[in-house]
């Protein structure tokens, strides 16, 4: 080997063969980047129907068809010149970007990589123009009969660079990727009609021309309903359809974020997205959907990541602030969950139900179990009714041929699965409770499944929390006021949280020295002891101020976690409906407030397959 002491060294520029296969190794990082690159090529070139076939994920062969303005005969050899474009001119148009394409680098450094076959032809030409390249040097070029558009067949991808052929992870691993990139691309141009076949099986097949909402649905969860997200504000407008909150996922693989039509990564509108859910998703779980954001292009720099998957905002904050707003806006306006009409009146067995908010309970009833429910149940007769209040669902029931893709291992979950229309109006009805913790409801041909618990918590600590930002919580005064004796931790606590906590329902001053003096308690903590709860409450806020809680909702949570009706707890008919009912009239049906679900659904289908009825 030479030293660098060596008396002569010669400084020359590297031969276009070897610069490019350089370049491959920043743009061509694995099998979806090829799909990647020379799909957006064929989006660029105007194509409206794209197919993608991949063999052996990617490494035998990958091939992309598009109907898009072809390449010339003239043009086609210098198509694979580096930094040979036909997308900008200018410098400043860098500053303006809206193609995909702009550097010229993508299909020399594929080319370079691979055996590479081009057809291409124009409308105006009558006759396509065929060219192959094998490790970047071209061997063929001839005319050939073709039609409109450009085919492009990459074989044996890094033959040449076996070290990156090792490095490329298991088949199913890029299988996945080449997936969702497919997947990605479809959501970005949903206008585009587009296939895709990924080692024999057939992953999509979208017609164009229909909304993004079919597209979403179709990609990320056929047959359900998405929420859909439409608006500008600050420096973005957005477009998309985004998850009822019994969709999300564990991991962020169904999230897909767009700007201007380009598919990014983003930390940060990642984390927009998914804090836009607030208290309705647990912790660890994510929404699923696309988020298409149109920002100014002079505010956007793309020209940051070889693969283009980073960009840089020069508004990064109002962008991700705006893009949290609108889809906690949306979320808000659009229940997604059946909304119940209380019964006119109940079912049969009515003869243990006493209208709660009428405080006569049949005997033995614990007269204080369902505290906080008081909304008044209507007494005319008729049948429990119930109806979904929501606009029309997206169906994806007229598009043809969507397989179900498990966007984490790219595997087809059930090729046979049938599109089911949804939202037709669908009744609520109470079937009964069961192990006196889940209330168990019929809706439609889904089962709801409810947790009492949860259920309540919910729906004190959304009253709570009301009645605190208004004229203050429910006090009951005690007989005889209680004084209790605080460690300095909790004093120093107890001085911070004195106002908010005089505005929960109780009602305590400090009395000298480390005492505290109670006087009242809130109304729904009446039957517990008035020292006990206090202390409770108070030891709770400290735990949740640590994990980041504002005390609000901190003493919210914990008065309405400490009287909520416990696993065990029997409730009549009408408290179970009662409570539903209030439960639905939150805005946020979904999660008790330290994240857990306040119901699940099983459909039909999911029961009849756990029994074996096809
Ligand atoms: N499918 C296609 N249909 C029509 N023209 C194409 C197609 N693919 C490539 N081209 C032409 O070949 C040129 C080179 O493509 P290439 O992908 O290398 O560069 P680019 O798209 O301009 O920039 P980038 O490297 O950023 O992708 C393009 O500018 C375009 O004119
Ligand atoms: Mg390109």
């Not at 973005?236 to 897909?256: C, H, K, T, W, Y």
């Not at 929501?390 to 090729?415: C, M, N, W, Y």
């Not at 208004?470 to 606590?493: F, S």
Request: neutral net charge.
């Amino acid at each position: 080997m030479k030293s660098p002491t060596d008396k002569k060294r010669w400084i020359r520029p590297l031969p276009e063969r070897l610069i490019n296969k350089i370049a491959a190794g920043e743009v061509v990082e694995r099998p979806a980047s090829v799909v990647k690159e020379m799909v957006e090529n064929s989006i660029d070139a105007g194509a409206d129907r794209i197919e993608i076939i991949v063999e052996k994920s990617g490494t035998r062969l990958i091939k992309i068809v598009d109907n898009g303005c072809g390449i010339g005969e003239d043009q086609i050899e210098i198509a694979f010149s580096r930094h040979a474009t036909s997308k900008i001119s200018e410098f400043d148009d860098l500053d303006r970007i809206m193609s995909y394409g702009f550097r010229g680098e993508a299909l020399p450094s594929i080319a370079s990589v691979s055996r590479l076959r081009m057809v291409s032809r124009p409308a105006d030409a009558d006759t396509g123009i065929e060219i192959i390249f094998e490790g970047g040097v071209l061997q063929t070029k001839n005319p050939i009969a073709a039609p409109v558009g450009t085919s492009i067949e990459v074989e044996n991808l890094f033959f040449n660079t076996p070290a990156r052929r090792k490095f490329l992870k298991a088949e199913t691993t890029e299988a996945r990727h080449v997936t969702r990139t497919s997947m990605a691309l479809a959501m970005g141009r949903y206008k585009i009609g587009f296939s895709a076949r990924v080692n024999g099986r057939k992953v999509f097949s979208l017609p164009s021309g229909l909304g993004l909402g079919e597209r979403v649905a179709g990609l990320l969860a056929p047959g359900k309903k998405f929420v859909e997200v439409s608006g500008a504000m600050g420096p973005i407008q957005v477009e998309g359809f985004i998850s009822p909150p019994d969709l999300a996922r564990s991991n962020r693989n169904g999230q897909f974020i767009f700007i201007n039509g380009r598919y990014i990564q983003s930390p940060t509108l990642a984390h927009a997205f998914a804090a836009g859910y607030g208290e309705l998703l647990p912790r660890g779980n994510f929404p699923v959907g696309a988020l298409l954001l149109t920002v100014d292009p002079t505010e956007v720099d793309v020209n940051v990541h070889p693969a283009k998957t980073e960009v840089r905002l020069s508004r990064e904050r109002e962008i991700h602030d705006a893009l949290y707003r609108l889809v906690k806006e949306s979320l808000r306006q659009q229940g997604v969950i059946p909304h119940l009409q209380v019964p006119s009146s109940l079912p049969t067995s009515t003869a243990s139900t006493t209208a709660i908010s009428q405080g006569s309970h049949p005997p033995g009833d614990n007269q204080n179990v369902i505290p906080g429910i008081t909304r008044p149940m209507p007494t005319s007769a008729g049948q429990m009714k119930e109806i979904y209040e929501r606009t029309p669902p997206v169906t994806v029931s007229d598009t043809p041929a969507i397989v179900q893709v498990d966007t984490s291992t790219g595997e087809i979950i059930d090729e046979s699965q049938p599109f089911e229309p949804t939202g037709a109006p669908v009744s609520l009805q109470f079937i009964g409770s069961f192990n006196n913790l889940y209330l168990l409801f019929q809706s439609g041909s889904d089962l709801l499944i409810i947790d009492q618990h949860t259920a309540h918590e919910r729906v004190l600590f959304e009253d709570i929390l009301r009645q605190m930002d208004n004229e203050g919580g429910l006090a009951q005064h005690l007989l005889l006021p209680v004084q209790v004796d605080l460690g300095a931790d909790q004093m120093t606590l107890f001085d911070e949280a004195l106002a908010t906590l005089n505005k929960s329902g109780f009602e305590v001053a400090p009395f000298g020295g480390q005492t505290v003096r109670i006087e009242a308690t809130p109304a729904v903590l009446s039957r517990k002891s008035p020292e006990k709860s206090f202390l409770a409450v108070l030891n709770d806020i400290a735990s949740l101020k640590k994990s980041g809680y504002d005390l609000n909702k901190a003493i919210a949570q914990s008065i309405a976690c400490r009287s909520a009706v416990m696993a065990g707890d029997k409730l009549s008919d009408r408290e179970a409906i009662g409570l539903v009912d209030s439960l639905l009239k939150c805005e946020n049906r979904y999660s008790c407030p330290h994240g857990r679900p306040t119901f699940i659904k099983m459909s039909r289908e999911d029961l009849d397959k756990q029994f074996g009825r096809g």
